[in-house]
């Protein structure tokens, strides 16, 4: 097992080493480049013990990416902004008034919540708390999203300073050393990063043997963060993606009704790039795609016209699933999938 091989030089460096060996909610931090122990160096920065790579904290928040091959770059962040200024945390709505309510209004529209009751990362997290006691938890890409209680560890990352963020990191080189969870929580990840294959194989690396991982991914969505939008994934292709896991429970997250009214609103928005049309094709969209993505729930036929979906999974003992077996799985009877997690 993977596991089981720890790198001699990692271990030494690290009881060689007079500073301290960094660490985040009781999980270790790793080199993004090399993956070996990461050690405080004064309140500013971390450094490698093995390739001296040193990577500032901003604010208190580590930003560990491998520079050289990441989609984001760190000195991006030591001004505290992050990639293109993007950040999660909404300025002040300095306006007031009908306009103060107007805006409200969208944003709650806009607010693309599930009308399908599905499991959550706290189901997932759940599950995985009744078969190991006090889980290590890493939440990717987790926003302003707060996963577990206090005593959990979960260890929230992301692209962007956010909240609840503890720590900047990119899913194709996850700072942590191997086998340091026992679930890793994916929402809303895998269509923004540029190798989804990599990045679920690190997600499998830093699991410990029979780890979880929950994911949930759109299939059909026009494009959401620009740039940073680079795949989708049908149902077979979402399940190949995790074929090193064993399917413990999957389904439709956001159904037929929320395609429809997505693309109802792209066809809007696709009549005219001025400014003014399309913020009139914003809200017109918006105010389409709320009541069809109430519809979900009623259909329950939705896999092949899905709009996002859903993956619970088990790290499996044995080699991942072939292609061969894999496509033996596709069964058009999917249509939502579960609606809860079995017992654990
Ligand atoms: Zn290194």
């Known amino acids: 097992m993977e596991c089981d091989v720890v790198a001699p030089e990692t271990t030494m460096d690290r009881q060689e080493s007079a500073a301290p060996p960094a660490r985040l909610r009781g999980v270790a931090l790793a080199c993004p480049v090399d993956r070996a122990a990461l050690v405080e160096e004064g309140p500013d920065r971390l450094r490698c013990s093995a390739c001296a790579a040193v990577f500032p904290r901003v604010n208190g928040i580590p930003v560990l990416i491998n520079d050289a091959n990441s989609a984001f770059a760190v000195a991006d962040y030591v001004g505290g902004q992050g990639y293109g200024g993007a950040s999660y945390g909404r300025a002040a709505d300095r306006t007031s008034g ?8 969208v944003r709650r529209l806009a607010d693309v919540q599930s009308s399908i009751a599905y499991p959550g990362p706290e189901d ?7 078969k190991t006691s006090s889980p290590a ?30 720590a900047i990191a990119d899913a194709h080189d996850l700072p942590f050393e191997s086998c340091s969870f026992d679930l890793v929580v994916a929402v809303a990840v895998f269509e ?20 979880y991982v929950y994911a949930v991914t759109p299939f059909l969505q026009p494009v959401h963060m620009g740039a940073y939008d680079f795949t989708r994934f049908t149902p077979i292709g979402h399940r190949r993606l995790f074929r090193a896991f064993d399917e413990v429970a999957a389904g439709v ?23 003014a049309w399309q913020r009139v094709a914003g809200l017109a969209g918006m105010l389409a795609a709320a009541p069809l993505r109430l519809l979900d729930r009623f259909l329950p036929n ?16 044995d080699p991942p699933v072939s292609d061969r077996e894999l496509v033996t799985t596709y069964h058009a009877s999917f249509g939502r999938g579960a609606r809860k997690l079995p017992p654990p």
Request: hydrophobic share 50%; charged share 20%; proline share 2%.
């Open 98 to 105: 009908l306009r103060r309510l107007g805006r409200r209004i």
């Open 137 to 166: 938890v890493l939440v990717i890409g987790s926003g302003g999203c707060r996963l577990g209680s206090a005593e959990d560890h979960v260890v929230h990352t992301d692209v962007a300073f956010a909240a609840e963020v503890d």
């Open 192 to 211: 923004h990063v540029a190798d989804p294959a990599r990045c679920a194989a690190e997600v499998v690396r830093v699991l410990r043997p029979g780890g």
């Open 302 to 317: 939705s896999a092949d016209f899905a709009s996002g979906l859903w993956f619970f999974g088990r790290l499996r003992d």
């Open 124 to 130: 997932a997290l759940a599950h995985v708390r009744a």
């Open 253 to 275: 997250a956001m159904g037929a009704g929320s395609t429809l009214g997505a693309g109802f609103a792209g066809f809007l928005r696709a009549i005219s790039a001025a400014g």
